[in-house]
């Protein structure tokens, strides 16, 4: 499975992006999105399982929005209200197993930067 991101950019604080990722393959159970600077842990953002329910962590919980659209094996995550502490890069990630926010998926896209600032 491959998976490329896009929609990065730099925006002000209360700004909005929306993240896009394609995916080479339909059938993952879940997909999610995660977040990670330099010297920290990669952190689950937004996930959403095959059935199309969403798991959010509780930072961006009311803020982003996770999505998909199956005809377009495409994965979105709609980010409003943006902190500069919502600044990393963020990556795209798959399975075929329900794994929600978990770090242990098995695909990875190549990530999107996103800058609040």
């Known amino acids: 499975v491959q998976l490329v991101e896009s929609g990065g950019g730099s925006v002000q604080p209360g700004g909005s992006l929306t993240l896009s990722c394609v995916a080479s393959?339909?059938?993952?159970?879940?997909v999610g999105w995660f977040r990670q600077a330099p010297g920290k842990e990669r952190e689950g953002v937004a996930a959403?399982?095959?059935?199309?329910?969403?798991t959010y962590t509780y930072s961006v919980a009311g803020r982003f929005t996770v999505s998909k659209d199956n005809a377009k094996n495409t994965l979105y995550l709609e980010m409003n209200n943006l902190k500069i502490e919502d600044t990393d890069m963020y990556y795209c990630?798959?399975?075929?197993?329900?794994?929600?926010?978990?770090?242990?998926?098995?695909?990875w896209g190549q990530g999107t930067q996103v800058t609040v600032s």
């Open positions: 990630a798959a399975d075929f197993y329900n794994l929600q926010l978990a770090c242990s998926y098995s695909y």
């Open positions: 393959a339909p059938d993952t159970y879940s």
């Open positions: 959403i399982d095959n059935a199309g329910a969403p």
